[in-house]
């Protein structure tokens, strides 16, 4: 029997912290055995809100790949590929394009908070809203199907994605009288939600308090000093109660392979500049070997833009199956 497909990915706004590693690093890793597996660096949908920042983009596609390939992506295995590389999807994208209202994408609640937020790019109510980015779920669906995917493992913040994708596909099988694609599935990841080292809700680029895996040892000693706790004088895990603490506790447990129940045994009494000193000495452990690999593939950008090339050449492949099929159900393969 074939192998099923999987595809997910990131934008390259900014390198991959320990919340990609943890949340999906590390299910990349494990699933790329088992899967035909295409790992996208979503540099057009990062100009959806990044177009003034071309450098920016340009950067990080670099970073993001560094980071998967020094997190353990096999380019023998897996393929990983930039999205602006596969005109296919932005092909895909404008048929799709046909059968998604503007209404279902102003209620997508992802977009919807995401519109909330940038603020100073789409104004206070979001009335200067751009036509690409209320798009960009309809971009993803074209990302994940050109290579046609069963399986797309993500964060709960992209399950409205993946409803999307899925009534495109429910739409275009029935109005184009076809069975190309399969109905794919989100793969959520079971790792907890890493939140900021400031206690925020999400550890972020966009917020500054992320360990990105290129940090240095000391950076990393560095935030974990600065790392927001509480006023209590000993440690304990209560994530509801004391979220930011209890975060530094989860760290350290998933840097050590334990519980952080575990973890919180251990530490009755300890306090928390003494934790801390611990907690950023293991993730450097942690880390160590992978930071290594990222610095020796890193120095060789020739050889990392080679295996973009070759992820390109496999994922159009792929691609232009899909619009072999996509053309003939829409009667457009003259
Ligand atoms: N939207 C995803 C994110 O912000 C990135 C992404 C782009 C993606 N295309 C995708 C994820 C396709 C899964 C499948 O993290």
């Not at 895990?237 to 989860?250: A, M, V």
């Amino acid at each position: 029997m074939s192998k099923k497909t999987i595809l997910t990915g990131d934008r390259p706004t900014g390198p991959l912290h320990l919340g990609h590693y943890f949340g999906s690093l590390v299910n990349r890793i494990a699933f790329q055995d088992e899967f035909e597996s295409y790992f996208i660096i979503a540099d057009v949908q990062a100009l959806t809100d990044h177009w003034e920042e071309p450098e920016l983009v340009r950067q990080n596609v670099f970073e993001v790949a560094c980071d998967n390939l020094a997190a353990g992506i096999d380019p023998d295995k897996s393929t990983l590929f930039i999205q602006s590389q596969i005109p296919e999807i932005a092909e895909l994208t404008i048929f799709y394009s046909n059968l998604v209202t503007i209404n279902t994408l102003r209620r997508n609640p992802t977009v919807k908070s995401e519109i909330a937020e940038k603020r100073l790019l789409f104004g206070d109510d979001g009335e200067s809203v751009t036509f690409g980015f209320l798009g960009y779920p309809v971009s993803q669906a074209a990302d994940i199907t050109c290579v046609r995917a069963d399986l797309v493992p993500v964060g709960a913040d992209q399950l409205p994605m993946i409803e999307q994708t899925r009534e495109i596909i429910e739409k275009f099988h029935r109005i184009y009288n076809c069975n190309i694609f399969p109905i794919p599935k989100a793969h959520l990841s079971n790792s907890p939600r890493i939140l900021g080292l400031d206690g925020d809700a999400k550890m972020s680029k966009s917020l500054n308090n992320a360990i990105y895996l290129k940090d240095s040892e000391e950076d990393t000693i560095q935030k974990i000093k600065t790392a927001k706790t509480d006023s209590e004088s000993t440690v304990s895990f209560d994530p509801k109660e004391r979220p930011e603490i209890s975060n530094l506790i989860l760290l350290f447990a998933l840097a050590n392979s334990t519980t952080p129940e575990e973890v919180a045994k251990d530490l009755v009494n300890v306090n928390y500049s003494t934790f801390k000193q611990k907690l950023a000495d293991d993730l450097n452990k942690f880390l160590k070997s992978l930071r290594e690999r990222r610095v020796e593939i890193a120095s060789n950008p020739k050889k990392v833009m080679d295996i973009l090339e070759n992820g390109r050449i496999k994922t159009q492949k792929k691609a232009a199956e899909t619009m072999r099929l996509v053309r003939e159900a829409m009667k457009i393969n003259y």
